[in-house]
């Protein structure tokens, strides 16, 4: 009888067992499940915001390029082209296509239907052409935001309340529409150009760049300091307090919020050292001190994966310590340190926080040409572009956001198959 109890209350505790194990599993891949949703969810956001920022509204007029306006002196100086006043010839071409158009309010709210960059197009047009003066020529110029924002969500609703544009503008595009004046074309301005207070006019090549030489510069310095300092402490060093106490505090410093190293590198770089403001060359100098902590560690964790046997290999063979440590046990310990280094990389091209306080904050429209140059970077313009008020920004920000999210799982993937081509299974 006690056999049979033993029994039945062991059957009952495997169940029961069985039963949490699997509510443990369940709980796991609901967890998983859920991030994974969460994660689809806000890429779905980003890329259904985001795509319209590609494709950009193009209207198209007949401009007369009046020589009167454009070289009244007849003498064809690059100077004289280079200051006309193109946007004069961009009015006459709506007036001349809406000749009914009489107030002055009109006026304003018609020649608004243009982007004032379009004054910008012609003259390049021009310098490039001057055989254009005196001839008149049927342009695609670009659509101010507005426009181009109607054409994207508001043109085939019936509600059209969101619209920032009036009856009568909504009117005039429809007349381009009949005549097929108006069309979208892909958005190259989005990568070609520096930032603007237009959203039509506004593009990601500035930030992108600052971003490339902030980048190389944190490369540059926290690659062979991290791997140094690697080495040293793995391979060199003696064990006592010192190393320990260095070795404590570079596992703080990866924990250490991203903002405090901005603080030190305002502190530091800028007003000690009387650095400049808003250039690459001081970003990377902070970023590097945010991700060599990162550095150390994979490295040190790379290094500590290559077997003892390696080492006693080559002492035995008479290699020197020197010899061991750079002529075997380094470029076993390689990928490891490529990988932690790409990760740290990708940490940096991420953050915003550090930068913002060395003033990458800065409205910089032209393109920067070196790490002095004066610029911002990508996470930063993306910060700007999301607190500015007008609508088309929000696209653009979204979009932004994709080409940063790709840059980042391009070098995760690069890591990944670094790791994998290189790594050696001991």
């Known amino acids: 009888m006690n056999e049979i109890n033993i029994k039945v209350a062991v059957e009952r505790g495997l169940k029961k067992r069985q039963a949490r194990e699997r509510r443990f599993r369940l709980i796991g891949k609901s967890a998983i499940f859920t991030g994974l949703g969460i994660l689809a969810l806000l890429l779905t956001s980003i890329i259904w915001n985001g795509m319209g920022a590609f494709w950009q509204t193009r209207i198209a007029l007949d401009v007369e390029f009046d020589s009167s306006v454009i070289d009244p002196e007849g003498n064809r100086s690059t100077e004289a082209l280079y200051k006309a006043n193109y946007t004069a010839l ?65 043109r085939d609703k019936e509600d059209k ?26 958005n190259t301005t989005f990568f070609t150009a520096g930032d603007s207070r237009e959203p039509e006019l506004a593009g990601i090549r500035g930030a992108v760049m600052g971003s490339l030489y902030t980048l ?3 490369l540059a310095l926290s690659f062979p300091i991290g791997i140094a300092a690697a080495v040293y402490l ?3 060093a003696p064990t006592n307090r010192w190393t320990d106490f260095i070795e404590v505090n570079i596992n703080n410093l990866a924990a250490v919020p991203s903002i405090v190293f901005g603080l030190l590198g305002l502190a530091m770089f800028i007003n000690f050292f009387g650095m400049p403001r808003s250039v690459p060359l001081v970003g990377g100098l902070v970023l590097t001190l945010m991700t060599l902590p990162t550095i150390i560690i994979s490295s040190r964790a790379a290094l500590k994966a290559v077997p003892p046997s390696i080492r006693e290999a080559a002492l035995g063979l008479g290699a020197s310590r020197t010899q061991t440590i750079f002529h075997h046990v380094v470029p076993q310990a390689m990928p490891g340190m490529l990988t932690g280094t790409i990760i740290g990389m990708a940490q940096a091209l991420g953050e915003t926080a550090p930068l913002l306080m060395i003033g990458m904050v800065a409205f910089i429209v032209d393109i920067p040409g070196g790490p ?20 088309a920004f929000l696209e ?10 790709v840059f980042l799982i391009l070098m995760n993937l690069i890591a990944v198959k670094l790791r994998r081509k290189f790594e050696q299974r001991w």
Request: aromatic residues 8%.
């Open 372 to 391: 002095l140059d004066p610029s911002t970077v990508l996470p930063v313009q993306i910060f700007l572009w999301a607190d500015s008020p007008e609508r």
């Open 234 to 236: 793995e391979e060199v």
């Open 161 to 186: 309340t969101g619209t920032r544009l009036n009856a009568k503008q909504i009117a005039w595009l429809a007349t381009f529409e009949k005549s097929e004046s108006i069309q979208q074309n892909f």
């Open 90 to 154: 961009v009015k006459a071409s709506l007036r001349k296509a809406f000749p009914d158009v009489k107030k002055r309010r009109d006026k304003r709210k018609l020649y608004s239907l243009i982007s004032n960059g379009a004054g910008y197009e012609l003259r390049d047009l021009v310098l490039q052409n001057p055989a254009l003066i005196g001839q008149t020529q049927r342009i695609w110029l670009l659509a101010d935001d507005d426009v181009d924002t109607y054409g994207k969500h508001f």
């Open 396 to 405: 653009r920000t979204s979009a932004a956001i994709m080409v940063l999210l």
């Open 216 to 218: 190389l510069v944190t």
